[in-house]
């Protein structure tokens, strides 16, 4: 299993950008898709996560801003952010808890990451 991302950039404070995260392999199902960040010095957070059913949740400092989504078809999770701010400013991390055919119980995945930069 593969977690692949795109869409990342430099943007300007005020400015938008959509990450993509697209799942590929031997996939029974996608429990839940997740975007974390980590800005250097500081830890992982997690920002945004969907489950299958559409259920969301954001981070505090991204609510209002932020938009989590997922094609199910196409296995695929995307973060629309929107007023991005310099803090914004991070490599961001797609997630995914996965079941495959040889071990339906799941287990984590992580994609390589992409850069986020956003200038004041």
């Known amino acids: 299993v593969q977690l692949v991302e795109s869409g990342g950039g430099l943007v300007q404070a005020g400015g938008s950008l959509r990450l993509s995260c697209a799942a590929s392999g031997n996939i029974f199902s996608i429990v839940t898709m997740n975007w974390y960040r980590q800005a250097p010095g500081k830890q992982r957070e997690l920002v945004a996560a969907?489950?299958?059913?559409?259920?969301?949740d954001y981070a505090d400092s991204v609510k209002g801003r932020f938009t989590i989504s997922r094609d199910n078809r196409k296995n695929t999770v995307y973060l629309q952010m929107n007023s991005l701010k310099p803090e914004d400013t991070a490599v961001y991390l797609c997630n995914a808890y996965i079941r495959v055919p040889a071990d339906l119980r799941g287990s984590d995945y992580w994609g390589q990451g992409t850069q986020v930069t956003v200038s004041s």
């Open positions: 969907v489950t299958s059913g559409g259920i969301t």
